[in-house]
């Protein structure tokens, strides 16, 4: 256990429900059912009857019943959430993530449990929408990465494959735009043809923005819109400001954790992933903002609202409800 599980909220079912309600109802509790906010008509009915949930409140608008998880990825899980803030915030710690076993043997639930929880907490962490690159007047770095296949194969030397032109064929490719020091945006693409590559730049990129990519011939055409500068990666890797240096280092830390710290990735599970790894380098914070683990652990508290998540949308399963 490290220091900071001693916060209640790690071990006191009343202080972690107390937390979420903190953040999720800063002026205090709202029907999930009618959207009713009138305190005068909402009553707390813990404690009335011994068969009462803690933390049960009743809506006199619409006569339902509802805690605070109602409505969000903790909604009818059986694990406590004192459990749930342990691993959202193992999670959001460091820079690679722990692994579904990390966190099955540092909190005390089943693998399969840790696994789902993981997959719960990454679509709450999910970006709902992207404002485009960049935020500042700063340049943009647009490349793709290919990940998958079989793990050994993994590690393929993005060069040699880009000259040879080996590789990628039973891989997922990742499309990726980065703002230097700023944020990062990625998405899962089918090809890296001209028309997908190039819809991406335009999703993610402002136009008129500088613009760095790479030599592949998908990017041609750009200088239109954009102030487009390639550098061509069979001469040199850095020319001057010209270079996807930024992205390559966020490449290969969601390289490294796949590999290392995740042991294996289901293509179909990619996306949540890429979830986990922008928002943990996103809110990385820098030296004039700093972001420590705490101010992630409460944006991660602050957006577990409104987001479900059932095993079934998860597996492609049915009928099991045991987390
Ligand atoms: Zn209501």
């Known amino acids: ?53 803690p933390g049960l409140y009743y809506c006199n608008e619409c006569k339902g019943q509802f805690t605070v998880t109602v409505g969000t990825v903790f909604e009818r899980s059986k694990v406590p959430l004192t459990k749930w803030w342990m691993a ?23 693998y399969k449990t840790a696994w789902f929880m993981m997959h719960r907490i990454r679509t709450a962490v999910q970006e709902s929408s992207f404002v485009k ?19 050994r194969n993994m ?25 230097r020091g700023g944020k990062v945006h990625t998405i899962i693409v089918k090809d890296r043809k001209k028309a997908g590559l190039q819809a991406c730049v335009k999703e993610h990129v402002k136009a008129g923005a500088v613009l760095y990519s790479d030599a592949l011939a998908s990017y041609d055409g750009l200088a239109q819109e954009y102030a487009h500068k390639v550098i061509d990666h069979a001469e040199k890797y850095v020319d001057g400001q010209i270079h996807t240096q930024g992205l390559d280092n966020f490449w290969s830390l969601l390289k490294r954790g796949l590999n290392g710290t995740y042991v294996s990735v289901e293509p179909f599970h990619l996306f949540r992933y890429l979830d986990e ?43 099991e409800t045991s987390f």
């Open 277 to 319: 790894q922008m928002f943990r380098y996103n809110y990385r914070g820098n030296r004039e903002h700093k972001i420590s683990d705490a101010d992630r652990f409460n944006m991660v508290l602050s957006q577990v609202a409104g987001k479900r998540l059932t095993y079934q949308q998860v597996t492609g399963k049915v009928g």
């Open 133 to 151: 690159l960049p935020n500042s007047g700063a340049p943009v770095e647009v490349d793709e990465t290919f990940i998958g296949g079989k793990a």
């Open 155 to 179: 590690h393929l030397d993005k060069r040699e494959r880009r000259i040879t032109g080996t590789g990628g064929k039973d891989k997922t490719i990742v499309f990726g735009a980065l703002e």
């Open 1 to 53: 256990m490290t220091a900071v599980f001693q916060d209640p909220m790690f071990y006191d079912e009343d202080k972690a429900r107390e937390a979420l309600e903190a953040v999720r109802w800063p002026d205090g509790p709202i029907c999930p059912h009618c959207g009713n906010s009138d305190q005068e008509k909402l009553a707390k009915i813990e404690g009335q009857k011994q068969s009462h949930r």
């Open 88 to 110: 959202a915030h193992l999670m959001n710690s460091g820079k690679n993530g722990v692994s579904a076993h990390e966190i099955h043997r540092s909190i005390g639930v089943t």
